[in-house]
């Protein structure tokens, strides 16, 4: 048996999501085949990784097709760390989910969440375009299947916007994919960056118009202003366990962008050479700006979050279209922080919502729940590292990206931008912690009122908190380890510049050679 | 040949976004659909319009078409396909759930106040909404 980590990450999910289908009346046997499933991931993405850190960047071609014309998998290591970091998180958010017996709200919970991690890293490890769409709808129609499980009225209103949104961007995606079809006869990322290059002027607009096409769709997905609209709603009503996971969904569009657009038109693309940079930047100080009003106005912890998750994706945004040597490093760097952070303040909200059965996680002043301290301690940690305090990961994340502008000639606006936005979420976080665990109501009232019921103090379910400090924990280790990680991202990032080292590998990826071969070409000739 | 393709595309596209942006979810439904008709006939396009020719290479014949668009517009279908009958599901689920079929799921003032049971659940029994 071949045991090429770039073929078995992909599959180990979609041959247990096919077990689990068969399964899916024994919820016990789902639950251990799905936590063993997530775990032996971690340990092949953590292989892939090392794998990847220390070669160039690895090749499988499925049905054994050569480059240009098959479809290829490309492992290097910008997809090996977004592996990695999706396989701890659905670790931890399904551990979360099973613990809190989410999985058991609807059917099909670990089969929609197995074909989401599919999807998820097939889109990491592909190089090439329409795989690319491909595996983008696996992992939406797994989302879409997620953010509706057990859902309520809410839940639905808010999945119908994200469903066709997400529609229509897969038309336009489809619309762009052709346009370059049309116009450079490859899909082949690699092979599309070399044929851009070489583009002459008469179809350069068209292949710019299919460019920012594609950039309109990664937009929806990793939800730049104007495109943003679905995520607050969707992400706020939907399960803990599934808005956990979702961190990673936006940074699936920020990976898009850095893949296809760093690629296609990168510094080797002649004239078309930067053609989204200006875009991301501008629309991404916006949205960075919109986030933050957002976490101000927003009425409920997790509207809250689903705010901060924008803010820290436009944060990502921003230092795409920044583009100086040092940014992609600082970026991956953030990348890694804002998704353990978000993801853990999801599982951290569904604790508050369980103690306020009255209010829920709305930020109305209520009866102290169980446990205030502990919780509203973990939430200080967490909204320290989130909004880029000292001493935690989040500052290092955020000085590194604004270390690397310096030498932007918009210098002094992304910086008044970041800082201020920045300053705004720390307010509305302070205001989201005090109203939720300062500004309690005193038992007292209770024994006055008819209202004895709503009194008994609340029950929260512990079960599964290990996931909240699994995530957390995390936050912590990149401080401690921040030097190391750092060079492992600034390793990720020489390995990215060498963009032709990449083509060549695709381009020359030989099939192997198979001795039981019957039929070829050159034989029915 | 060439203009009656572009006029096609065009006005299925056309038809798709003014159906997409009408604000019942029937309607959007039938625009996505539109749209990815659309899409398909584009894909066509991209590998050239030939007419006769086989689609996969054949000694006979002096040149072929191009057979990857049509493998790609098999593999859009499919998913549309797909795609399109989750979209219908989802659509009468919100037209149980919420009441109506505008894609806000307007006309119901209490939407707006997030977590809430609607009242015709049993877990709501006799609760008052504030103790204070």
Redesign the interface.
Known sequence: MNLNPVIWSLLLPLLSAIVLLLLSQRIKWQRSISLFASSSLVLITFYAMGFALSSTPQTYALGNWPAPFGIILVLDQLSGLLLVITALLSLAALWCAVRQNTDQQGVHFHVLWQLQIFGLNGAFLTGDLFNLFVFFEVLLLASYGLLLHGGRRQNTKAGLHYVVINLLASSLFLFAVGTLYGILGTLNMADLAQKIAHLPADNQPIVAAAGLLLLVVFAVKSALFPLYLWLPKAYANTTAPVAALFAIMTKVGVYAIIRVHGMLFGENAGALAGLHLPWLLWLGLITLLLAAFGTLAATTLRQTIAYLVLASVATLLIAIGINQTQTLPALLFYLIHSTFIAAGLFLLADYVRQGRPQHADRLIADFAMPRNTLIGGVYLFAAIAISGMPPLSGFFGKLLILQSSIQHPYFWWILATILLSNLLIIIALVRVGSVLFYQTLPRERCHDSALQTQCLPPHINPQGCGAIVGLLSIGILLTLFAQPIYQITESISAQWQQVTLYQQQVLTTAPFDNPNKTLYWEDIK | MEILIAVCIGTLTAS?VFL?LRAR?FA?VIG?TL??Y??NL??F????LQIGLPAVIN?QANDYADP??QA?VL??IV?AF??TA??IA??I??RA??GNDH???LHRAN?E??????PTKSRNNG??RN??
């Open positions: 798709g997409l979810t959007v996505l749209l990815a659309a899409v584009f894909l396009a991209m590998g050239r000694a990857l668009p790609l593999t859009a998913i797909g795609m989750f979209l989802l659509a689920k919100a759930e919420l894609v806000d799921g939407d106040t997030p977590e809430q049971e609607t609760r008052m103790p204070i």
